[in-house]
């Protein structure tokens, strides 16, 4: 997979949405269950994944359809995010879309694009 991902050396850092395709599309390559059910039920599709590039490492926060959270981890760097995706969703990775720099919520943003309001596909 091939995201284009390069980090700023400049104080920049940068956020980006990862659009998964529907899983009747493509069905995803793991299936994650909530931690307190044990081998149950499982966690709803992620849609949209959010990076965001942290102090402490980059951040994937999994938003389902409706924009409500259905996972999130924690990761080295940008290589190790890559890897992941790859390992979770596979081809079912559709497009990468850059935050903008001024956005004060990333995860916010990406609700906004989930409901239509700036999907870039359209």
Do not use: C, N
Not at 7 to 19: A, C, E
Not at 93 to 116: H, I, M, N, S, T
Request: net charge neutral.
């Amino acid at each position: 997979m091939t995201s284009g991902l390069r980090r700023i050396s400049f104080g920049v850092r940068l956020h980006f949405i990862v659009w998964i395709r529907k899983a009747a599309e493509a069905p995803p390559k793991t299936v994650h269950v909530a931690p307190s059910a044990g081998d149950g039920p499982a966690l709803r599709l992620a849609r949209v994944v959010v990076l965001l590039d942290r102090p402490e490492g980059v951040t994937l926060a999994r938003l389902g359809a409706d924009g409500v959270s259905v996972g999130t981890t924690l990761h080295g760097d940008l290589f190790e995010v890559e890897r992941q995706l790859a390992l979770e969703y596979g081809s079912g990775v559709e497009a990468w879309e850059q935050v903008p720099v001024d956005a004060p919520d990333p995860v916010a943003f990406a609700r906004e694009r989930l409901r239509g309001t700036h999907d870039p596909r359209r």
